[in-house]
């Protein structure tokens, strides 16, 4: 059974300051990996998805990359902002085509 | 991009009645959909996959009876609650899958209150 783990469960950083989020699984037969960005009550919104062909993928600030064969991912955001504040969710899709979710990784960018 | 959308996005229901969630994908016609549920500070998990014009597949855990899914159209899937209770309460998220992208896209989800 496929399981996703994310550290840190919370961060906290001032403005400005690059960091990293970390993403790992536990079965390396994924399809893809999938970040998304998820405000206080709201739903998921897409930020970037690698196939596992990939090793990265890139949009604006943010870069995140995959290797299958550790069960790892980052998502790295440079330059942080605050409205980056938010949970970070990663996601795996196995031959199911089930998603599966770690628990998220609440940020919180301080002006 | 497509869009998913969810109707309604709160609910307030009395311990005992059913409450109806709709999932639309609006500019694509989605040939599975997918009812997540999210209890505060934990992950979306999975309830069902429900697959245009036939039966939904529950995971492990979830009531069958309890939580009722259509998927009567390629861009229309219901949840109903029946006899809903405090413990129902939670954040129910739908997603919607092409079948030709390999992305799911996610509606905004719908906040469920069970008093």
């Known amino acids: 059974k496929q399981e996703v783990t994310q550290i840190p469960a919370a961060l906290s950083v001032p403005e400005g300051e690059n960091l990293v989020l970390n993403c790992s699984f536990t079965?390396?037969?994924?399809?893809?990996l999938q970040w998304f960005r998820q405000d206080p009550g709201k739903g998921l919104t897409s930020l970037l998805l690698i196939q596992s062909s990939q090793r990265e993928q890139t949009s604006g600030r943010l870069n995140a990359s995959l290797d299958k064969s550790s069960g790892r991912s980052t998502l790295y955001i440079a330059a942080s902002q605050p409205g980056d504040s938010a949970t970070y969710l990663c996601a795996v899709k196995g031959g199911s085509e089930k998603l599966v979710f770690g628990k998220g990784t609440k940020l919180t960018v301080n002006p | 991009g497509a869009v998913v959308s969810q109707h309604p996005s709160r609910v307030i229901c009395k311990s005992g009645t059913s409450v109806k969630i709709e999932c639309r994908s609006l500019d694509f016609q989605a040939t599975t959909m997918f009812w997540y549920r999210q209890f505060p500070k934990q992950s979306l998990m999975l309830m069902a996959t429900s697959n245009e014009g036939s039966k939904a597949t529950y995971e492990q855990g979830v009531e069958k009876d309890k939580f009722l899914i259509n998927h009567a159209s390629l861009t229309l899937s219901t949840l109903t609650v029946t006899s809903a209770h405090p413990e129902d309460s939670s954040f129910y998220i739908c997603s919607a899958y092409t079948g030709v992208s390999t992305e799911q896209y996610f509606g905004p989800g719908t906040r469920l209150t069970v008093t």
């Open positions: 079965d390396s037969a994924i399809y893809n």
